[in-house]
């Protein structure tokens, strides 16, 4: 079970302006990388159009993610992640969050209001704790 996420500073910093960038909307994209032992490394974060835009609800594009999940899997990654922001709230999972984490067995990292957490389902929200390169 993954209980570390390692990102570096420029894909943070990319976050944290997409999150500005969207407001109010949510933006959303995939963490690229690899799984570590426990420790989710992402390489690149890349920003995927939000297909459903909304202020509460996010929808990754499905051309656009097939195009990142195909391009990792070429270079010997994978989607160790997604992530998406919530403008106007806490970066805490919300009801929707929670029900599709249970069907993602990824990272989600949330950047919110009050700064960016990581989580994983495993028989409920469970932190990941962010960690630097
Ligand atoms: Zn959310």
């Known amino acids: 079970m993954i209980s570390k996420i390692k990102i570096l500073r420029c894909?943070?910093?990319?976050?944290?302006?997409?999150?500005?960038?969207?407001s109010p909307y949510e933006a959303c994209g995939v963490l690229v990388g690899t799984i570590n032992g426990d420790?989710?490394?992402?390489?690149?974060?890349?920003?995927?159009?939000?297909?459903?835009?909304t202020a509460r609800s996010f929808e990754l594009e499905p051309g656009e993610f097939y195009n990142a999940w195909n391009n990792a899997g070429k270079s010997g990654k994978e989607i160790v992640g997604v992530y998406h922001t919530h403008p106007r709230s806490s970066a805490v999972p919300s009801l929707w969050d929670r029900e599709t984490m249970q069907n993602d067995p990824g990272v989600w990292l949330i950047a919110g209001s009050d700064g960016v957490k990581a989580y994983v389902w495993d028989d409920g929200v469970r932190a990941v704790k962010i960690v630097g390169f």
């Open 11 to 22: 894909d943070f910093d990319l976050i944290q302006g997409e999150l500005e960038a969207n």
């Open 39 to 53: 420790t989710a490394v992402v390489e690149k974060a890349i920003p995927i159009t939000n297909s459903n835009r």
